[in-house]
Structure formats: C-alpha cells, structure tokens
C-alpha cells in the first residue's frame, strides 16, 4: 500500500522525472568516460556554466509571467562591456565597483524592455528582438569596436572567477554566486507575496487583476530581474573569460530558455519551480561539458543536444499528462 | 411571539448608470440587499446583471448614482476597496489559479505573512477549517487543476469567507453544475444566509431562484424593472417581466408530415460507455434525447458523428449502411453535430461571423487553388439573415455576439453544408429566455424545412415541448421511447430505470 504511494508519488512528480533522465545521462556519460565524475571535472563544469544556471532563474520569472525575453546576451554584453570599459579606463577600480556598476547596467536595460512590454504593451518576443538589436549594437558603438583583452582588466577581477574567497576555500566564486542566487530564489518564490503573486499572475492575469494584484508592476518586476541577472552575468561573463567582446553571450538566450523548459516551465505562463529550473540548467550543461568528453565529433555534439533536449521535453510533457490523467481519475471518482 | 423585525439594509444602490462606448450599460437602476438575505438577480444576457456585479464589486465605476453600505455613501475605486468593505464576487467564469493550490487560491491577494513569510502551514490549515466548513470533500493542498467545476466553486465560497465577506456575489454558480452539486451549493448557500451573510444570486435557472431567493430584482434592456418577493410572483409574470412580452408562445412546434427515414443507428455500442442503442429520425421530425447526468447522451452522439470509434454497430444514412470514422465522413453523409460546448468547439472566437459560417464550405466554394471571397460573403450573409443573427454586419467578430447569437452562428455554420441530419447536443445551454424561444423557433423551422433533428437536452420542457418522439437513456443504455404527450413524471421514471443492479 504505502509502496504504491511512493511509486505513484515518484511517477507524479515532474522534478522526479527529470532527476531520473539526468542520472540516465549521467550512467551513460561516465560509462563511456569515466573523468566525467571527477570532482575536478564537476567543479569546472559548474564553474563553466554558472552563467546558464543563474540565468535560467530570471528566465523563469519572466516565462511564469507569461512573457520571454531574448534580448538577455546583449544585455550581457552591454553590461559587461560597460563594466570592463570602466575598469580599463579606470584600472583602481573595486570589483564589489565593477558587479554593482554592470549590475546596475542591466537592471536599467530589463527595467526599459518591462517599461515597453508593459505600458507600451508591445509583445514580449518582439520587444525584446528589438531590444537585442539594439544593446548588442550599443555594446559595439560604446566599446568603439574593440574589444577588452586581458591585460587591460585588473587582476583582481580576473582572479574572482578562479577564486574560492567567497566560501573561504571551500567552493569556487562562480559556483558560490550561483548557488547563492538559486537559494535566494527558491525562498522568495516560495516564502514571499511578491514570489506568490508572480504565479497567479501567470496562472491567470484577470484573477490576480481581480485579487488586487497589480499584475503590471509583477511583470515589471519580472524583467527588471532578468536585466539585473543579465548584468551580475555581464560582470562574471568578464572575469570568467578575462575579457570583453562585443559579440560576447550570443545566443545564450536559446540554452536559458531550453534549461527552463527541460525544467518543466510553462512557456505559456504559471507553471514551474526553481527546483525543476536548477536540474533543466544542470542537465544543459552535462550535455555541454560531456559530449566534447565522450568523443562525439564537433559536428554531431549540436544535433545530438537538440535531440537530447527534445526526449527530455518529451518525456516531461508526458509525465505532465500523466499528473492531468490522473487529476481526471480523481475527479470523476 | 413577537413581530418579526425586517432585517436592516446593508446595501443600496440608487440611480446607478454606467456607461460603455456606445452603450448604456446601466441605465438608472436600483438594487437593494438585505442583512442575510439571498436575492436573486435576473434578466435576459446582457440586461446589465454582470456590470451591475461589476459596479459593487468595483471592478467598474458607475459614472451616476450612489452606493450605500451599511447606511454610508461608498465610492469604491478598485476590487481591493469593495473586497475590504466585505464584498466578495464569485465569477461566472471560475477565477482561479488552475496551476496553485487550493490554500493559495484562497489566500492570494491577502496572503498570510509573517515577518514577510509567507505561513504555509497556517495557510493550509486555515483553509482545510474553510473547506471542512463547507463539507468539501477535498484537501487544501490539492492543485485546482485536479477539481471539478463545483469543487473549484466551494473553493471561490471558502475564498469569500476567509476575507470575512458580509455580501457575496454569485453569478451564474449554477451553471456548469449538476442538479446533485447545484444541491450542495444550496445547502452551503442557505448555510451562509443563516449565518448573516447576504448572498447576491444571478442565475438563469428558475429553480435556483424559487428554491434559495426571498426577494428577486429584474432587469430588461439596462433598465430596473422591479423587485418582487419570490412567494407573491408566478414564473409567468416573472418571465414577462425579464422578456417584456408573453412566452406562451415558448415551443412553436408545427405538426409535420413525417418524411422517410434519414438516420438509423442500430445496436451502437462504446465499451466502458454504452450498450447496443438502437434508434432512427426521419426527416422533418424531432428526435428528443434525454437522460440523467451520465446517462452517455453525447458519447452516442459524437460516435454517430465520427467524434469517436465505437466498439461496435451499424450506422445507416437513408437506408444503406456507412462508415463513419472521422467527422468529415459523418459531414460527408450529411449528419451534422452542434456541440455541447459551442464557444471551444464549434466557433472561432476571433473570426468575423462570415469567416466562421462558411469556414466548412471553403473548399466548395472556391475553384481549388483560390477561395471565392464574394460567394462566401453572400452565402454567409443568407445564412445569417435565415437565422436572424443580431450584429451590425457579417464582419463582427464572433465573440462580440451574446450567447443565444454565437449560437445562432454556430447553426449557420452547420446549414452552410449540405445536411440532412442535423444533431443539437443541449443547444440552449447557458443562453437567456429569450434567445431560448428564438432558438426553438430556428429548431422547428429547420425540422419544416425537411431536415432529420436529433435534440439531446436534459431539460425536461424543452424535451416534452419540441420533440415528435423522446428518446431516455440511462446509464449508456435506451430505457425507453415516449410520445410527447408524456409528462415529466414518465420521462423521470425512465431515466432512472436500469436494467443492471446499479448501487446508487
């Protein structure tokens, strides 16, 4: 009796589901190369892709919302080509300075896109395609088409991403930001008004309206907190690379957003958690760390990704129908 | 023992206009509610009861007249104000949160914190109090997703008493409810009167006013027409009253010659749904289906049409047998269905009315490669004019139509093709009095026009008033045909025989 619960309970539950394929991956993964498991390996990876994983999290504020935002690599860029200009111009600069300056970056431009998407109701795909446009070529036109070497950014800011100062030895910076953000995260979704109120609105934006919620000033705040991510991202993406390009984060939107939906949120709005968005992210960058690893050809790494990602939203919508199917069971008994 | 002393007013709306672009919503009206009192509100679709829910729940802001509350003028400027004031409104459309859980349902909006935390499990707690109150036999932790329609109604009830509502507002709770769930919403209703709570009821259902109301406030064409108590005023009078002209006139059936047989069905069967139904419609007669909830009505229908497979059985179209797999088969034999739910299945909401009507025959109309826009903007303007659809032109969109004219939409669209069977699945079904007699009137023109109808309905009336022969169904198997001098008592008998030992 109680094992059927259990069975039932695992089958249920989408987080469950996705723990199952990512530990698949991982069988298979350290099967064909067994330094995927190393400790050296998985702290590089996560280092590598704290980027992906602190993004995916204001990805899935905006997408609860019901919206999308594209335009995040360019806010990326911009803000850390803002950052790094500073700090080449100006080579005293803290590095608390330069976060809290590309931080600052990025909250104004999330905060211009939410400004058009909500008072100019522009939809979101397009505003931010426009958007993406046009910080990507700012980001050009402010560094005048050069790019920041290494030499020229301060070497305090460039040892943050080696560093493990943050955790006093224990963990890298990268990863301790990241993981810093992803508690931060599950507790304001889950333990505050604001978190709550975030999925009504995108559960059904004419009920929240009703409740009193003013569903404008949560989307508003939705993609001020994608631009704010985009801009801590810009200042690590900077010290990570120990440089900064104009075409820096291109296309990064397209792995965010995947990392959401293998994580089970709803691309039409109100569904999804941090939990299922942090296994989404980790099951991108596996596959990104270990397919290079397990000797597949550059040629076929994307293809097989794409591929990969699909069985998993596959598998995820299934499960999905399964929780649905069963609702109607219940119902109807 | 003493007199009894009438119960104070908590509510009076005087002079109350409200102005749409080009519409009068409101036009001066008064409403009047009592300290536990239920008071029905009724009126034909668009007779101003949703604005005026709107006006008090304050969701609209009436450009006249005054709101009174407990005897003090009230201006309210947002659904936070009213909802303070003690004014809870239960939607006709369920307002939830499908992807929230029943707690959070309940609490957003005034969630419960401390310290900025939000208090999980005094949430949940209080909410199973709610819920256990109101004899829900449901958890609150449950996602809404997983509810029937009137558990996710209990929820809007539990919703209202958390924020300690003195007045609540239901509109049209009834409506998407069995009789046996209306039921429990009368008793949780009653509950609530007893208690002191004043209860708002909008409903187009008069047994839901005659069973639960004392007093009833009507409304016509925006206007306030009066305010009765339900004991001192008849159906009749109350139907006048919301219709301003006589329904006597309800069921314009004309005796037809019966023409030869259009569609036989014979020992159609579903597993796990229903069992050998066997029955036949000629043309220019009324086949009347009927049955209690469950009884499998529209599962035969949408096999009969190609909606799904059944198990087994033989269908025949004018005598010889077909195979009906797919809707377009069905089409192709000339059966059409109407379905239940018109607005998801068979309109396009954002299409204009000509783009919906001829939406079937494109392909007919149109040379192959290229569609022939002037015949579909002529055949569909015949066919909105044969069925009288009231809009300005065939170039409105569908949604703006009310109920009773999405419906009529709906019926063009299925003339449109060339029919000779043609299956209405509960075609009055959430529409108003007077676009009931409207559509009964399309019905019976339709069977003088030689078309075969099956009518699946489950009100009784309407099943006695329009139908040549009365089909009952119970439990997915044929208890019986009537004639229509039946009486309801007789169509009630044979809808609860079974022919297996049932447990209920």
């Known amino acids: 009796m109680k094992k059927n619960n259990v069975l039932k309970t695992l089958a249920s539950s989408r987080e469950i589901s996705l723990l199952m394929v990512m530990l698949l991956i991982v069988a298979i993964i350290t099967w064909r190369n067994p330094i995927f498991l190393t400790l050296k390996n998985i702290s590089d990876m996560l280092t590598n892709y704290s980027t992906t994983m602190i993004l995916a999290l204001g990805m899935m504020l905006v997408l609860l919302i019901g919206g999308i935002d594209i335009s995040i690599g360019a806010t990326i860029a911009l803000s850390g080509m803002f950052s790094a200009l500073i700090m080449r111009d100006n080579q005293g600069v803290p590095v608390v300075v330069a976060f809290l300056m590309s931080i600052g970056v990025g909250l104004i431009c999330g905060l211009l896109i939410g400004l058009v998407i909500v008072k100019g109701k522009v939809p979101p795909i397009i505003a931010t395609l426009g958007f993406m446009n046009i910080y990507r070529g700012l980001t050009y036109l402010m560094a005048r088409n050069q790019w920041v070497p290494a030499y020229q950014i301060p070497t305090a800011y460039k040892q943050f991403a080696t560093g493990r100062y943050l955790t006093f030895g224990v963990l890298n910076n990268m990863i301790t930001v990241m993981l810093l953000c992803y508690i931060l995260f599950f507790f304001f979704l889950k333990y505050t008004k604001t978190g709550r109120r975030i999925y009504a609105t995108g559960s059904n934006v004419e009920a929240a309206q009703f409740s009193g919620i003013d569903t404008d000033r949560i989307k508003f705040f939705a993609y001020g907190t994608m631009g704010l991510l985009s801009g801590l991202v810009g200042a690590l993406w900077v010290s990570i690379y120990a440089s900064a390009q104009g075409d820096m984060a291109m296309g990064i939107e397209m792995d965010v957003i995947a990392s959401c939906v293998i994580g089970g949120v709803s691309l039409s709005g109100g569904r999804g958690s941090v939990t299922g968005v942090f296994l989404g992210a980790l099951i991108m960058a596996i596959l990104g760390n270990a397919l290079p690893l ?8 994307d293809g097989l990704k794409g591929l990969i990602i699909l069985v998993a939203i596959i598998l995820n919508v299934l499960t999905q129908r399964s929780i649905i199917a069963n609702n109607l069971r219940r119902r109807q008994a | 023992m003493t007199v009894q002393k009438e119960p104070e007013t908590i509510l009076e709306l005087k002079g109350i206009t409200k102005l749409f672009p080009g519409v009068r919503a409101l036009d001066s009206v008064h409403f009047d509610l009592k300290k536990g009192e239920i008071h029905s509100l009724m009126g034909e679709n668009g007779a101003g009861k949703s604005t005026l829910i709107k006006v008090i729940s304050g969701v609209h802001h009436p450009d006249a007249g005054h709101i009174i509350l407990d005897g003090k003028e009230r201006v309210f400027r947002g659904t936070k104000e009213a909802r303070d004031a003690g004014i809870a409104t239960i939607y006709q459309h369920v307002t939830s949160y ?6 959070e349902n309940i609490f957003t909006g005034h969630e419960l914190v401390k310290n900025g935390i939000i208090q999980w499990k005094e949430m949940y707690r209080r909410s199973d109090e709610l819920l256990h109150e109101l004899g829900a036999d449901f958890k609150s932790t449950d996602e809404i997703e ?27 709770p009834t409506a998407a409810l069995t009789k046996q769930e209306s039921e429990q919403l009368y008793l949780i209703t009653e509950r609530l009167r007893d208690k002191g709570t004043s209860v708002i009821f909008i409903s187009h259902r008069f047994e839901d006013m005659y069973r639960l109301a004392s007093r009833v406030t009507v409304f016509r064409d925006a206007k ?3 305010t009765y108590r339900v004991d001192e005023i008849s159906k009749r009078d109350l139907i006048k009253a919301m219709v301003g002209r006589e ?6 059936k004309i005796e037809l010659e019966r023409g030869e047989e259009a569609l036989r069905v014979e020992n159609l069967s579903l597993t796990g749904y229903f069992h050998d139904v066997s029955f036949n419609v000629h043309r220019g007669e009324i086949l009347g289906v009927t049955g209690l909830v469950g009884a499998r009505r529209t599962e035969v229908m949408e096999c009969v049409f190609g909606a799904r497979l059944p198990s087994s059985g033989t ?3 004018k005598g010889e047998a077909v195979q009906i797999r797919h809707p377009q088969d069905a089409m192709d034999h000339g059966i059409g269905l109407l379905t239940e739910d018109r ?7 954002d299409w204009t009315i000509g783009s919906n009507i001829t939406l079937p025959i494109i392909s007919e109309l149109g040379n192959g490669i290229l569609t022939n826009e002037r015949a579909e903007r002529s055949k569909a303007k015949t066919l909105a004019e044969k069925l009288n659809v009231k809009a300005q032109s065939i170039f409105d969109k569908a949604k703006s139509l009310s109920g009773g004219n999405q419906q009529k939409v709906v019926v063009a669209k299925l003339l449109a093709s060339d029919l000779d069977v043609i299956i209405l699945d509960e075609p009055t079904k959430g529409v108003d009095v007077g676009a009931k007699a409207q559509i009964y009137e399309i019905i019976s023109q339709l069977a003088g026009q030689g078309y075969a109808i099956v009518m699946v309905s489950s009100e009784m009336p309407e099943i006695l008033g329009m139908s040549d022969r009365i089909m009952v169904m119970c439990e997915g198997r044929v208890s019986g045909f009537l004639t229509p001098d039946a009486t309801q008592e007789d169509i009630l008998h044979l809808a609860m025989t079974k022919d297996t030992e049932g447990e209920e």
């Open chain 2, 343 to 349: 607005q998801y299945q068979g309109l396009i909401l």
């Open chain 2, 247 to 252: 329904t006597s006139e309800m069921f314009p």
């Open chain 1, 294 to 301: 397990v000797g597949i050809s550059q040629f076929w790494q």
């Open chain 2, 315 to 317: 269908i025949y179209v």
């Open chain 2, 224 to 226: 306030y027409i009066g």
């Open chain 2, 146 to 172: 997983a509810l029937s329609v009137a558990q996710q109604q209990m929820v809007e009830i539990a919703k209202a008493l958390a924020l300690d509502s003195r007045i609540i507002i239901m509109d049209e």
């Open chain 2, 98 to 103: 499908p992807h929230l859980s029943v707690a």
